[in-house]
């Protein structure tokens, strides 16, 4: 991994692919699972893809888009956990969903402050 960010995202998304694999193959399961491994791994990818950017501000883009990607996952794990669809796996993985969104935000801000 090129930093310890990469790996942490990457973590993150591989603990959602199994938690989405233990949820309930009804409607309700099989929905808030797709829309919740869409946006888990879409963090990892899009810090990433920043780590590549062209320029500056394609950074902060991409790490903008990765901010949103871990507040949406955010709302399905929050609903997860509303729809008692799981409690304990959830509740970690809202803890980490809310601190790589926290670490994510310093980034972006720190980039925006730095372009000036």
Same mark, same amino acid.
Request: proline content about 1%; some cysteine; hydrophobic content about 40%.
């Given at each position: 991994?090129?930093?310890?960010?990469?790996?942490?995202? #990457?973590?993150?998304?591989?603990?959602?692919?199994?938690?989405?694999?233990?949820?309930?193959?009804?409607?309700?399961?099989?929905?808030?699972?797709?829309?919740?491994?869409?946006?888990?791994?879409?963090?990892?990818?899009?810090?990433?893809?920043?780590?590549?950017?062209?320029?500056?501000?394609?950074?902060?883009?991409?790490?903008?888009?990765?901010?949103?990607?871990?507040?949406?996952?955010?709302?399905?794990?929050?609903?997860?956990?509303?729809?008692?669809?799981?409690?304990?796996?959830?509740?970690? #993985?809202?803890?980490?969903?809310?601190?790589? #969104?926290?670490?994510?935000?310093?980034?972006?801000?720190?980039?925006?402050?730095?372009?000036?």
């Amino acid at each position: 991994m090129k930093n310890e960010l990469e790996g942490r995202t #990457l973590q993150f998304a591989l603990k959602a692919n199994t938690f989405v694999d233990s949820l309930p193959r009804n409607t309700v399961g099989t929905v808030i699972g797709r829309q919740l491994l869409r946006s888990a791994t879409s963090v990892g990818a899009n810090y990433r893809e920043a780590q590549s950017a062209e320029s500056k501000a394609d950074f902060i883009h991409k790490v903008a888009v990765a901010e949103k990607e871990a507040a949406e996952t955010e709302y399905w794990l929050i609903l997860c956990l509303e729809s008692k669809l799981a409690a304990t796996e959830a509740t970690k #993985l809202l803890t980490e969903s809310r601190e790589l #969104l926290a670490i994510l935000v310093t980034i972006g801000r720190n980039a925006k402050r730095n372009q000036k």
